[in-house]
């Protein structure tokens, strides 16, 4: 596949994700390829992270299983692009559809205006029930603002690692990219946490998938201030790239902090500070403290028209590529 049609099918899948998103009736009958990359990555953790291991040997246990799972993930890229490609025009279709599948441009979008519907029409018991869906946080801690809060940081965040990296990785390295990419960043979500259990044995996940996220991260924060001038004007275009630079490293994320900051400064509220995760609270800096410091339903609503912004933003960007190189 040449450049050209490759990029033409990264766009393709843009805009296929964007339209049709993650089908429930499908998702519903077999299971979802991040599924079965959790359950590959659940087989590791049992088989080689056992609790009489010592903290080295978990780490070593650890590195090798990621590495292997890359390995693999990289093999079934060229082992399914290779089948495609025997299909002509169908398989680039297939290629497409097989694209869209890792990126989550609508469901992203649908389940953060959820938050804000539900908050609409139940309150507050159906905004926590709503954001407990997209963040890690204990929902039971926030009130309607901290709800708000809550499904801006993971609409942002989300957009970096959701959408921008999988196009990107896919775009520079193709089906193996993808799928290395959504193998590490699932691998980071299961074991890459500090616990006791995953300090060692998931460090090295977690250090990878930060080196994965970095590019995207930084690239995240150009199409939010893009999507934001095309939502809300060139004000709210500098204030994101401002607030970016000067608190994206205020997060505990290498990555995070980035989008987060530049979201925070388009829409002129505060966003991180003190969280609480599993009746642990997490003390961080305000990202944006001269903001609005009450985030609103209407924040919410403003942050779905941003990041649909720079999604659109993010299609052009891939369709001017396929231009160039055609």
């Not at 596949?1 to 490759?6: V, W």
């Not at 939010?224 to 004007?233: D, E, M, T, V």
């Not at 004000?235 to 980035?258: E, F, T």
């Not at 009450?294 to 369709?319: K, P, Y």
Request: hydrophobic share 50%; aromatic share 8%; glycine share 10%.
């Amino acid at each position: 596949m040449t450049i050209d049609e490759h990029l033409l099918v990264l766009l393709l899948a843009l805009l296929l994700d964007r339209i049709a998103g993650d089908p429930e009736w499908l998702w519903s009958r077999v299971p979802h390829p991040v599924v079965l990359f959790g359950k590959a990555i659940s087989y590791f953790d049992r088989t080689y992270n056992g609790e009489t291991l010592t903290r080295p040997e978990r780490r070593l246990n650890g590195t090798a299983s990621i590495a292997g799972l890359l390995f693999g993930s990289a093999i079934a890229g060229l082992v399914l692009h290779w089948f495609f490609n025997l299909f002509g025009v169908i398989g680039i279709v297939l290629e497409v559809i097989c694209v869209a599948v890792f990126l989550a441009q609508k469901s992203l979008a649908d389940h953060v205006s959820d938050v804000a519907d539900a908050l609409r029409s139940e309150g507050i018991a159906g905004g926590r029930r709503a954001v407990s869906r997209i963040v890690g946080r204990d929902p039971e801690t926030l009130d309607e603002p901290g709800v708000c809060r809550a499904a801006i940081e993971s609409l942002a965040e989300n957009f970096s690692d959701g959408v921008v990296a999988p196009a990107l990785w896919y775009a520079v390295l193709g089906l193996p990219g993808l799928f290395i990419y959504k193998m590490l960043n699932t691998a980071d979500s299961m074991i890459g946490h500090k616990s006791d259990r995953y300090i060692d044995f998931g460090w090295a996940s977690a250090r990878l998938d930060d080196i994965a996220n970095w590019p995207a991260a930084r690239l995240s924060i150009l199409l939010i201030a893009a999507g934001a001038w095309l939502r809300r004007g060139a004000h709210a275009c500098k204030d994101a790239v401002q607030v970016a630079i000067r608190d994206g490293g205020l997060h505990r994320s290498p990555n995070s902090g980035r989008p987060e900051a530049a979201m925070a400064g388009a829409l002129d509220v505060q966003l991180a500070g003190p969280r609480v995760y599993s009746g642990i609270v997490v003390s961080e800096p305000m990202i944006n403290g001269a903001g609005r410091d009450t985030a609103t339903i209407r924040d919410v609503e403003d942050g779905v028209l941003v990041f649909n912004g720079s999604c659109m933003v993010l299609a052009i960007t891939v369709f001017l590529a396929f231009l160039f190189f055609l």
